[in-house]
């Protein structure tokens, strides 16, 4: 069986990334492996030139941002204990920050939940999840909600 010695958890700070959370926790100590939590907070670089001053978005962002990393540090506190871990705030579009984030810290497993869309959700929200299984290089487990 393959080691892992670093798992990316990429998490929404959605009630589902809890369970997320344990998933990667529980496979990190039995494998010996440190854990890194992502959060990609959007970017909003696509709202520029809709009659919102690029000062306001970038406020804006910046508020999400530091939201993010204080939830960040708390999250990892209270599902990470029992394991090394970090947390870690991207901005920019979430499949892509994580694949990039698992490339340049070249992780051996990516853990992350899946929201389950189907339909015309589907269609308009698209799935960040499934353009991670069918990009990455390395293997990604994918935690469905629990119904």
Do not use: W
């Not at 810290?105 to 853990?111: P, R």
């Amino acid at each position: 069986m393959t080691g892992y010695k670093t798992i990316l958890c990429a998490i929404d700070f959605s009630d589902h990334s809890k369970t997320v959370a344990e998933h990667a926790s529980m496979l990190a100590a039995s494998m010996g492996a440190s854990v890194l939590v992502v959060y990609a907070a959007p970017s909003l670089s696509q709202y520029v030139g809709f009659h919102v001053p690029p000062n306001s978005i970038e406020n804006f962002v910046g508020e999400i941002v530091s939201g993010a990393e204080k939830a960040m540090e708390n999250f990892v506190a209270e599902n990470f204990g029992n394991v090394p871990a970090k947390g870690k705030i991207v901005i920019g579009y979430a499949a892509e920050e994580i694949l990039a984030l698992a490339e340049k810290e070249k992780v051996d497993l990516i853990i992350m939940g899946t929201h389950g869309r189907r339909g015309i959700d589907r269609i308009l929200f698209g799935s960040v999840a499934e353009k991670v299984v069918k990009s990455a290089e390395q293997p990604v487990l994918t935690i469905r909600p629990v119904a």
